[in-house]
């Protein structure tokens, strides 16, 4: 029996990544609270370190939102996924993303995002990270 073509696996996965980067069409910013800052009046301001500008892809797995409760507030959480190339690394928990510019959903942009899930895998065609948005 004759033995098909020979995969080369790295050639797979640089394709791979690079369709899926293809599909990220929208920008974002990744940021890290980096402390306050306090003004004359004492009023504080959060300082952020910025960890990541550029392409991303934002799905939303559900359409259904989670209620959460922190004390009296009732708060409302809806889950999504945003998409990165494999090169954005370090990554955390509680980073934020802030999308700047999307093709093709206009309620999109100036939205924020908490990063609450992180995943890894050797033959990821692409980062893709949980996060939510509080929307009440």
Partial sequence: ????????????????????????????????????????????TPTWTQLYAGRCRVQQQSVQAQEERTGEARLLMVRLEIQLPMSVTGLEPEDQVEITASAHDPDLPGRTFVVRDLAHGTEKTARRIGVVERTS
Avoid at 9 to 37: H, K, N, S
């Fill in 1 to 44: 029996m004759a033995a098909g073509p020979l995969v080369n696996r790295a050639e797979t996965l640089a394709a791979g990544r690079a369709a899926a980067e293809a599909g990220m069409v929208d920008t974002c910013i990744i940021r890290r609270p980096a402390g306050e800052t306090t003004d004359e009046w004492g009023n504080t």
